[in-house]
């Protein structure tokens, strides 16, 4: 159940830490906070031989009102509802179960897996690698596996690759971001 809870709450944290209405201290309270409410919560809920059992039970869901549990976690750390609401996105649902986290930004977006016990170790992720080109404009982007490689103008590029790129600094690799820019660019 840890890692699970991590997962969900680590993504959740690193979209509020990109804020600069948030600072590093209150993410990381945050964070502590919502992994230990999280945990409370899934306690007598988790079964996994079953881990579908109990799956509405364990959703955290946001459509346009924040989650209880992410506002008690936000108002550990001093974070008021407006700057939440500005921060986090208005509709949001993630599904916290064994072995699987998945979200959902919006009603009729595609889901996205946070994590997957069965896959979780060789995944082939794409890796964004800023080079030092003569205008500073044009990003580099490489595969994981290294056998692609091209050079983008940052403002040619798509609002897509421009929000991977843009958090890409901020963000660690664990979370899937281009899954993640491809439901907020839907």
Same mark, same amino acid.
């Given at each position: ?11 959740? $944290? ?13 993410? *990381?309270?945050?964070?502590? #906070? +919502? ?5 409370? /919560? ?8 079953? %881990?579908? @059992?109990?799956?509405?039970? /364990?959703?955290? /869901? ?22 939440? =609401?500005?921060?986090? %996105? &208005?509709?949001? #649902?993630?599904?916290?179960? %064994?072995?699987?986290?998945?979200? /959902? ?13 069965? $896959? =979780? ?11 030092? =080109? ?14 692609? #490689? ?5 403002? *040619?590029?798509?609002? &897509?690759? *421009?929000?991977?790129?843009? +958090?890409? @600094?901020? +963000? ?15």
């Amino acid at each position: 159940m840890k890692l699970e809870v991590k997962s969900a709450v680590d993504f959740l $944290s690193k979209i509020l830490s990109a804020s600069k209405n948030v600072t590093l201290e209150q993410s *990381q309270i945050f964070n502590n #906070t +919502l992994y230990d409410l999280l945990c409370t /919560r899934y306690e007598n809920h988790w079964f996994p031989e079953k %881990p579908f @059992k109990g799956s509405g039970y /364990r959703c955290i /869901r946001m459509n346009h009102d924040i989650d209880p549990l992410i506002k008690k976690a936000g108002e550990s750390c001093g974070l008021d509802d407006n700057v939440m =609401s500005n921060v986090l %996105p &208005k509709e949001l #649902t993630m599904w916290v179960d %064994p072995k699987e986290v998945c979200y /959902r930004i919006g009603e009729n977006g595609s889901i996205g897996v946070l994590y997957d016990s069965e $896959s =979780s170790s060789g995944t082939e992720q794409q890796q964004n690698v800023e080079s030092n =080109s003569q205008n500073g404009n044009e990003k580099q982007v490489q595969s994981e596996s290294g056998k692609e #490689t091209t050079n983008v103008n940052y403002f *040619q590029s798509s609002c &897509k690759n *421009q929000f991977i790129n843009a +958090l890409s @600094k901020e +963000l660690d690799s664990t979370l899937h971001l281009k899954q993640f820019a491809a439901f907020v660019y839907s």
